[in-house]
């Protein structure tokens, strides 16, 4: 009966939440941003493209003094350059429109800027003077070279390939890292968008009535379990929505957005890493989501909840705020603190996790403490749903839950076949007689 | 069948204090397998936190409250129909998509919950409303979805918390019918009401809670006997003579009023009368009404409450 219940409140909960037009909305409305941004850096490439195109197809004549004595008259020539021992005369005639440019290069055009006039041609065209102008004096120096080969060198347009090693081996580098750290932009992305929701959920019951309904057909367990289990299910159907773009983006369009050929096989794929970086995430996103849902159960509405979410929020980026520290001295109090302490815990442990600097007893304590207090927090958000959902208009205070839970401890003691009910049978009395 | 005094609901020596202040004192009664149970007592006198700690919403600081013999856990809430004195259903869902969720958490399957749904809908007029949002529908025809989820799974105990409040008198009506159908199907009701009428139409036994105790308990008769005893309005002829079991309250020519000071039967005091000589032209036992009855328990605080 408990996994049946368990199964219907998931199914309930994730057809419901797939099922509304404001969660394809709140979904789609990042993706499709992102697409219309793509698009507009398509256009605007291709736009740029094509007037650079037209730049290089249309030629234009200028005129030049050379203070460096840098510039090569065949190279200026042979872009449309005349040189000219009267700046001011080919200046006036620029403004008048006569000629169409004069660039004036001064005697050290590494440390002075090298001026350029030239008739106004609108915002995109009026950078063809500027490439004129440099194109000139890089192949003027190339040609001083001679050698093309030398030439790229001067210009430090050289492939590094770089090996380093860590304890007799090969390092993975950048290649190691990025692998690791995409559980970390997930838990993240997740995190951010269900954050709402997650508090929402157990509100839900408290603000439609429906609470004394649930609590006496349903175990609160199996509620609060169904609804992260959903809360998971949803998040993974909403990265996947994300993803998709991404995946579009750069399989279909990947040349016209000037993105990089990323080679998979160039990426170091530690699998312990790996593992640690999955289990980080999946035990972060529990505690953040238990405590969430926590939240929800004793606020009486999602701005009051909205505001002690804040709080655990910032608990969240305070490790990036930290990252030089905690990259540059992992073993530090501060990283140590932040490594440890359980709501900055999954940042902290999964940027280490990615630099390597997580050692495999650290990690195997952050996971175990992570899914431990994860377990803790729920059956706290059990209890707190259990008397705060019951308070549909009031917010309930920590101390009011323990301190009735201690007063009863004391006086009525547990029963296994009434767990959420503190009855005790008092032997040999009769019912009372009534008046 | 059980037996009709087997107690199907046990409270004994009940207790709950919230913040320190004691809401319920020692409360105890049973509600037996198959009757109609009316719980009566004003505004914050405890009924719904008695029925909480009962469905084990509610902790209690003492005492015993059995359902069968045990005590209540939501593993238990296929045999039961509660429906709270606070409402309501998932709003933005549609109609047949709540009940079915609530029937399949009660262990109906889907098929089924989703059938019987389509049913009771049809039946209580909403047939065209199953596919609306359940926060489209009127006030009232929440109410009905609400009674329709509540008594879904052919519960064995019906648990109903002021199950008229906000019910116009048509839905009333509905909700009465319904409450006998389930009566005569074999399930044992437990309702709380300030409708005095619905009491004496449905209920075998009452219990009138007041300050945390147990006022009065019993059968509707024997309550009425217990308020105020039975007053008899006679009209006679001769002198009718003093007795320990009765004072004349009033006395108009040949008409008076007799009111009881004792348990006595009324058919003793008429042979009294005919025995000392009395010419009785006419001998009318009256009991308080239940609403005489209630404004005479709670006349005080109700009128503090509506202070």
Known sequence: MKQHNLRTVVSFEVRRTLGKKRFWFMTLMVPIAIGIVLALVVLGNIVADNNFDNQSESEFSFTYTDASSFIDPSVATALGGMVTTEPAKAIAAVRAGKQDAHFVYPADPTTTPTEVYGVDKGLFENGKYSDIATQVLIRSAQDQIGDPALARLAQGNVPISATTFTEGKEAAGLMGIIPPLIFLVIFFLMFFLLANQMLTSTMEEKENRVTEMILTTLNPTALITGKIISLFIVGFAQALVFLLPVLVGYVFFRSTLSLPNIDLSSFTFDPAQLIVGALLAVGGFALFTSTTVAIGAVTPTAKDAGNIFSGLAVLMFIPLYAAPLIISDPQGPVAQLFTYFPYSAPVTAMLRNALGSLTGWEAAIVVTELFLLSALVLRIAVRLFQTGSIQYNNRVSLKTIFARSKALKATQPETPSARLMVAQVIPGSAPRPFK | ?307
């Not at chain 2, 909403?126 to 529908?137: N, Q």
Request: aromatic residues 8%; negative net charge; proline residues 3%.
């Open chain 2, 1 to 307: 069948m059980a037996s009709s005094k087997e107690a199907l609901v046990h409270i004994e020596h009940f207790k709950m204090e919230f913040a320190g202040v004691t809401v319920i004192e020692d409360l105890s009664f049973d509600v037996h397998r198959g009757e109609t149970f009316g719980f009566l007592g004003s505004n914050g006198s405890g009924k719904t936190t008695t029925l909480r700690a009962l469905l084990g919403i509610y902790k209690p600081n003492g005492g015993t409250l059995h359902i069968d013999g045990r005590a209540f856990t939501p593993q238990d809430g296929s045999r039961l129909g509660y429906l709270p004195e606070e409402r309501g259903l998932y709003k933005k869902e549609s109609v047949l998509t709540v009940m079915t969720y609530f029937g399949e958490l009660k262990g109906l399957s889907k098929k089924v919950a989703a059938d019987w749904s389509m049913n009771y809908l049809e039946r209580v007029g909403l047939g065209d409303k199953g596919k609306t949002r359940v926060d489209k529908l009127s006030g009232g025809q929440q109410q009905k979805v609400q009674l329709g989820v509540t008594i879904m799974n052919d519960p064995e105990l019906l648990i109903l918390d002021e199950p008229t409040k906000g019910f116009d008198p048509v839905n009333r009506r509905l909700l009465m019918d319904i409450i006998e159908e389930r009566k005569r199907a074999g399930s044992t009701v437990l309702m709380v009401t300030h409708q005095m009428e619905e009491v004496e139409r449905l209920c075998d036994r009452i219990i009138l809670l007041k300050d945390g105790r147990a006022e009065a308990y019993g059968t509707v008769p024997e309550v009425q006997n217990q308020f105020g005893g039975t007053m008899i309005k006679t009209h006679y002829s001769g002198e009718i003579p003093t007795s320990p079991h009765y004072e004349v309250t009033t006395r108009d020519r040949n008409y008076a009023e007799l009111t009881l000071t004792d348990t006595a039967d009324e058919s003793d005091i008429l042979r009294g009368l005919v025995n000392a000589g009395v010419l009785v032209r006419s001998f009318t036992p009256i009991k308080l009404s239940l609403d005489e009855i209630f404004v005479q328990v709670y006349g005080e605080q109700s009128q503090a409450v509506g202070a």
